[in-house]
């Protein structure tokens, strides 16, 4: 399975972008996908998933109300939109899928990733 992310850039404050992240080399629709970020000097960490048929998503706390994970089975595809950004959103953001039709909510039982894309937030 190859994941390539794209969508990252620099906005300011309160903007927003749409991270897309598209599949080939697998069964996309049977499985769940997760969107992670890595900041500068952290650790990599889960941001939010949604199971193959796209009915259970998860976020954490520190993005709820501000970004949706979304799917189109059709075309390999998952999304992130992320609203109202903040400066302690700026991290490289990368998908990963666990190959099975659940998603777990931290980095274990994912077995592909793709590269990150750069999404920086001005203050």
């Known amino acids: 399975v190859q994941l390539q992310a794209s969508g990252g850039g620099l906005v300011q404050t309160g903007g927003s972008l749409r991270l897309s992240c598209a599949a080939s080399?697998?069964?996309?629709?049977?499985?769940?996908m997760g969107w992670f970020r890595q900041a500068p000097g952290k650790e990599r960490e889960f941001v939010a998933g949604?199971?193959?048929?796209?009915?259970?998503?998860s976020y954490i706390d520190s993005v709820k109300g501000r970004f949706t994970i979304s799917r189109d089975n059709a075309k390999n595809t998952v999304y992130l939109q992320m609203n109202s950004l903040k400066p302690e959103d700026t991290a490289v953001y990368s998908c990963?899928?666990?190959?099975?039709?659940?998603?777990?909510?931290?980095?274990?039982?994912?077995?592909?990733w793709g590269q990150g894309t750069l999404v920086t937030v001005s203050s």
């Open positions: 990963a899928t666990t190959a099975v039709n659940y998603y777990y909510t931290g980095l274990r039982g994912y077995l592909y």
């Open positions: 080399g697998g069964a996309f629709s049977d499985y769940a």
């Open positions: 949604i199971s193959a048929n796209g009915g259970s998503t």
